[in-house]
């Protein structure tokens, strides 16, 4: 049970964010009415829940999906797959899909998540891009921006094939990345190469702004992001889509099944329904997932704690850290949110060594989809300095409440 002590801490916050909560209304409505918008102008009907099997030829529901996330993401043209198992899946099939050997990737957001290591090649495996003969490079921020003097003299320096910008922080200490800036680092870029192509790593931040990276004054090429995170709403139970330029949605269509067939083949085996009712509810859960981190964020900081970003500040993705400074306060603080979660809220998470993470890592994510960080989940790494990063909240009351219980076990 939740002690009053804990129900006065929480209610004389959330009465000093009302403004953020209402702003966040707003941008529910926005999107609820664009979303619907598509739906309509695509004409979805029941006759696209249908269902298909072996080779998925001529799914018209599959189809349909894919032009309603064009239209809603503003690219030419989408793939949106269950076939993808994970955001970073779906990072991993595009960069080979975009890459050669001898090219180079360039990463201007510091180092990727640490579930790409091996994909490129940072650390050694024998599948990776690296053994394939694709240079990587990085360049980092500087004050939570773009370094743009390294990366003018990197692009006059050789032919760059891929920008990678990845906008949430992944664990990392520096701050995600708004589309203010991410418009004005594209359009510094284009003036020193224009064919260089830009991708985006978009998890964890659609539905944050009023646009996607697709629709600002500089697009992005290409988009990236996962369906068990905000565009999934919380139904979808696996997937990621892929959106931008028609001709590179065709090579990574071409990478996902077989070349020469393309984004025509893959069964959807029943999950259409799902795709699109997630997607249907998904400005409603990323809504209840950003008040979720905004009342996290003004409780947490009015307890002493260390957060990113303050619950005033504008945001870019659905996470909120919390820098605790001590892994013992992290642990119980993860600990929390699984006690307060529906699903194994009896299972006490332990850090433990994850495929893909070079540190251990603590993960709290009793959810109805596994892995499903738009839900309610809170995770971290190890290290120094022992910061939680918290996403999701299907609505609001079930975010908060995870969160009371998360307060209550890093209090006692």
Known sequence: MIDNKIIEIFKKSEDEIDKELKEIDNLCYFYSNKVLSAFRNNNISEVHFNSSTGYGYNDIGREAIEKVFSEVLGGEDSLVRSQFISGSHALTVTLFALLRPNDTLLSITGKPYDTLDEVIGIVDNPSSLKSFGVNYEQ??????????????????????????????????????????????????????????????????????????????????????????????GGISPNGAYVSGKKKLIDLVADRLTVPGEGREVGPTLGINRLILQGLFMAPSVVSSSLKTAILTSKVLDSLGYEVEPKYNEKRADIVQNIIFHDSDKLIKYCQGIQTGSPIDSNVTPIPWDMPGYVDKVIMAAGTFTQGSSIEISCDGPIRDPYIAYQQGGLTYEYGKIAVMYAVSNILK
């Open 139 to 232: 360049i980092d921020l500087i004050d939570n921006d773009f370094d743009y003097k390294s990366i003018e003299e990197k692009l006059n320096e050789k032919k760059i094939k891929v920008i990678e910008i990845q906008r949430s922080k992944g664990y990392s200490t520096r701050k995600s990345l708004t589309l203010d800036k991410i418009d004005k680092v594209i359009e510094f870029i284009r003036k020193i190469d224009k064919d260089v192509i830009i991708m985006i790593d978009n998890c964890y931040c659609e539905f944050v702004e009023y646009k996607s990276p697709l629709e600002i004054d500089n697009p992005a090429d290409i988009i990236v992001g996962s369906l068990i995170k905000n565009l999934g």
